[in-house]
């Protein structure tokens, strides 16, 4: 079994996302720290990038801010070694775009992922037919490459499927990541396709913000996934945001637990 | 399977939720593109709308001045809308229509390409949103007002640098958001598969009539073609038909700003590292985390920090080369041609005029040069006035 699976032993997996460096690395680590505590199944963290074409407002900003305040990979990655410390085998993901992991070099860069115990990455910008660019990496240093599906992947959803690690990472709605007030998307269906061929387990992301949007999404995914309404506390508190995110992390998770 | 490689570069790295489209698009071009109806259509709107064939013009006075090669003139500037940008857009919103799309939308950098996207949404009944950076809308504030006037909705895209690049991303959120009745119409050789392509294969619509052309004025290829280089979509049109001949020497022109030493400039090939971005690997201005790099150029359309995947190919094979002209030499050569030749550039096409200003006096009176002035200049005019310090407002 993989060992991003692991997520997924506790009920329903609870995932939030976190902008690393925004607005410092010493904060990034309070916080990962802080949610794994109060009911995080894995934490997505975000290595910044400078034109992040898959994120709303809301990361685009956290990106920059936390470019602008020095935060570069090496130093994600000693923070993260930092927290390895005190969370030796807690799940964590990074999340990021490809030019930061090739221009860093694949295989340097999934070397130190197996270094630090990094279960998975996810990388928006590498589809299904491009996969061959990192997944050999991934592989070599046992970290899952997770393969997403959107709405529009429809007879696509099987091929993917069939070949996803870790978990399967479902984008709710079409557009960019953000808060949305409504998701319209018919998200059973979508995993109803994907249990056709795999027993993977699903965690539902892009949109989803409020503890109801979390619980009904939780009746049909094993997980799921908040990124930009954490993130605004961050933008909101900057190092203050351990308290209110420890909070919002709570709620979440107690929504979605419910089912 | 990874699809649209040129050598290592190319390919289609976007989201999954755009493999949908850029599916969609790839299966609509391979049906059309050798449509006898569809191709009718199109040369029907390239002669009829756009002017087409556009002028192969000597330039005499300038061969004279310089005292080298014979050199020709590719007058995209004639085209309607006054830039090559309308050839590939006649072609991507024809397509577009064929497809059931309802609504198109692109980035633009000088604005060129958007006011062509504009104009061919207005001529075919589109519905058409253009994404321009806001440092551009400003620089090129009649452009902004031309596209209104066209009917089309343009947005000042605030985030990053505010410029093309940023024009770009905010395009594909755009897209990503509303694929279902919307075409993203991308203006330049770049992008994931199968842009690089389609509107390659509609700009080599210049160098066929540039081969055609020239084979009935002097009866031989040229020697050397000359185009600027951005995303490299008047280049790769300019050059397509030539790569086999190898006798003819390609060369893109690429904005160098202040200088290729100066952090200002946007000179990809010079000082670029391979990367993966905005749907495609390539070169790109970066830092060593794989950060794209804020260039500059005091052209807008040449403003980018990558290149098209095509070109990448040919400059690793060696079969085109790629030289850096910096502002000063840009505008320099944009005030040349309108005295020698009664001809104002584009700032952008002027790069490549200044690399001929260099090249032509080293080159034999028997051989040929061809220049693809791919734009004109009337839009660049109080820019330029600017940077000479005569404080002219549109």
């Given at each position: 079994m993989s060992k991003t699976a692991k997520a997924f032993e506790n009920g329903k997996a609870f995932i939030p996302f976190i902008t690393a460096g925004d607005p410092d690395l010493k904060t990034t680590k309070e916080l990962i720290l802080t949610m794994a505590e109060n009911g995080a199944d894995l934490i997505e963290i975000g290595i910044p990038f400078s034109d992040p074409v898959a994120e709303g407002i809301v990361i685009q900003q956290a990106d920059l801010r936390a470019l602008a305040s020095g935060t570069t990979t090496d130093k994600i990655f000693d923070m993260i070694a930092e927290v390895r410390q005190e969370l030796p085998y807690f799940p964590l993901a990074i999340m990021t775009y490809m030019n930061p992991v090739f221009v860093y070099g694949c295989e340097k860069f999934m070397a130190k992922c197996e270094q630090l115990g990094i279960d998975c990455v996810i990388v928006p910008d590498i589809p299904y037919e491009e996969k061959q660019e990192l997944a050999p990496y991934c592989d070599k240093h046992g970290?899952?490459?997770?393969s997403l599906i959107a709405p529009t992947s429809e007879e696509r959803i099987k091929m993917i499927a069939a070949e996803a690690q870790g978990f399967l990472y479902c984008v709710s709605s079409m557009g960019v990541t953000g808060v949305r007030k409504e998701i319209d998307t018919d998200i059973e269906s979508m995993i109803n396709s994907v249990r056709e061929v795999s027993n993977i387990p699903t965690a539902i992301g892009f949109g989803i913000s409020t503890p109801d949007q979390a619980r009904q999404m939780a009746k049909y995914a094993d997980g799921v996934i908040v990124g930009s309404a954490i993130v605004r506390i961050c933008a909101q508190h900057g190092k203050y945001s351990a308290e209110p995110v420890k909070k919002y992390v709570r709620e979440m998770k107690a929504a979605i637990s419910e089912n | 399977m990874s699809k649209g490689r040129f050598g290592i570069?190319?390919?289609?790295?976007?989201?999954e939720t755009l493999m949908h489209a850029v599916n969609e698009l790839e299966e609509a071009y391979n049906k059309y593109k050798d449509d006898p109806e569809f191709n009718a259509e199109l040369n029907k709107l390239l002669s009829e709308y756009a002017g087409r064939p556009s002028l192969l013009y000597y330039a005499e006075k300038m061969t004279k001045d310089l005292g080298g090669a014979k050199i020709y003139l590719k007058r995209e500037d004639l085209n309607h809308t006054g830039s090559h940008k309308l050839n590939n857009v006649l072609g991507q919103v024809l397509l577009a229509k064929r497809m059931g799309k309802t609504r198109v939308i692109?980035?633009?950098?000088?604005?060129?390409?958007?006011v062509a996207t504009a104009t061919a949404a207005a001529l075919m009944g589109m519905e058409c949103e253009i994404y321009m950076g806001k440092e551009d809308t400003d620089r090129q504030?009649?452009?902004?007002?031309?596209?209104?006037?066209?009917?089309?909705?343009?947005?000042?895209?605030?985030?990053?640098?505010?410029?093309?690049?940023?024009?770009?991303n905010e395009t594909m959120r755009e897209w990503t958001n509303r694929v279902s009745d919307t075409h993203y119409v991308l203006g330049s050789v770049m992008g994931p598969h199968p842009f690089p392509t389609i509107v390659r294969d509609f700009q080599s619509v210049i160098s066929k009539e540039i081969k055609q052309q020239l084979l009935e004025k002097e009866g031989k290829l040229p020697d050397a073609v000359l185009a600027c280089v951005g995303g490299g979509s008047n280049a790769i049109g300019a050059f397509y038909e030539f790569i086999p001949e190898k006798s003819v020497r390609l060369i893109g022109c690429e904005a160098a700003g202040l200088g290729v030493d100066n952090p200002k400039n946007a000179a990809t090939m010079a000082n670029g590292t391979l990367g993966i971005f905005h749907g495609m690997k390539s070169y790109f201005c970066q830092n060593e985390y794989g950060q794209i790099a804020p260039v500059y150029s005091i052209s807008a359309g040449l403003d980018y920090p990558g290149v098209g995947p095509e070109h990448a190919n040919l400059k690793d094979t060696g079969r085109a080369e790629y030289v850096p002209v910096t502002d000063n030499e840009a505008v320099a050569a944009f005030e040349y041609l309108s005295r020698t030749e009664g001809i104002i550039p584009a700032i952008e096409s002027s790069h490549a005029v200044a690399y001929a200003l260099k090249l032509a006096p080293q080159m034999n009176q028997n051989e040929i040069m061809v220049i693809n002035l791919s734009g004109r200049g009337d839009k660049d005019v109080a820019a330029i006035a600017r940077y000479r310090g005569v404080d002219i407002y549109e």
């Open positions: 970290v899952d490459l997770i | 570069h190319g390919g289609q790295f976007v989201p692109a980035e633009t950098g000088a604005g060129q390409h958007g504030a009649l452009n902004v007002y031309r596209m209104e006037l066209l009917g089309a909705k343009v947005h000042a895209v605030t985030s990053g640098t505010q410029t093309l690049k940023d024009a770009v």
